[in-house]
């Protein structure tokens, strides 16, 4: 592919996940997406196919992107060091606008099985899962967590970081603030 052309499909790709987070899947308009990202409607639809498809592909692409931050926020000499840092960046990155207007769209709108079964998307959930509880399991070894299994641990820390801005979000409107003392949460 031309460089121009992958940098085109680029902008398109980060201009729709701009769109997608902020608003609502129907007031999304491929038009503007393809003016602004100075391209054609017939090349973004020879692409993705349809609305769905761009946003399967712009939501895949901002989630994985995230992970790979996330992920690398695990820093630290010790087990629960890394995942005290893995959670405030986790905690400060649900909270953000645009995950939660992205996330919002995704479960209120249109669904989520098409993205969920993105192939690159599948493969990262599950990687990240295992890595999170290996995580979890090192910081139980670590005498960190109460004598629980460390999955069952795993679970109720990621149901409530995973959960609580998509709540807060439905509840709310996703322009509400939300504060989360990730500090807080794992104590």
């Not at 790709?13 to 997406?33: M, N």
């Not at 893995?86 to 098409?114: C, K, P, W, Y």
């Amino acid at each position: 592919m031309p460089d121009r052309k992958a940098a085109s499909l680029k902008a398109v790709l980060d201009i729709a996940r701009a769109e997608f987070s902020s608003k609502p899947f129907d007031q999304v308009s491929i038009g503007q997406i393809a003016t602004a990202a100075h391209c054609s409607i017939s090349t973004i639809y020879d692409v993705y196919e349809n609305k769905h498809g761009l946003y399967v592909a712009a939501t895949e692409a901002h989630v994985l992107g995230i992970w790979q931050k996330l992920a690398a926020s695990a820093t630290g000499d010790s087990a629960f060091e890394q995942f005290i840092n893995l959670m405030e960046a986790r905690a400060e990155t649900f909270s953000q606008h645009n995950f939660r207007g992205a996330f919002r769209n995704l479960v209120t709108e249109i669904g989520g099985s098409d993205l969920i079964s993105a192939p690159k998307l599948r493969k990262s959930i599950i990687e990240q899962y295992e890595q999170f509880m290996d995580l979890v399991a090192r910081c139980a070894a670590e005498g960190v967590f109460r004598d629980l299994p460390a999955r069952v641990m795993g679970e109720v820390i990621l149901a409530h970081l995973d959960w609580r801005p998509l709540y807060h979000s439905l509840c709310f409107g996703s322009d509400a603030p939300l504060n989360i003392p990730p500090r807080e949460i794992v104590r």
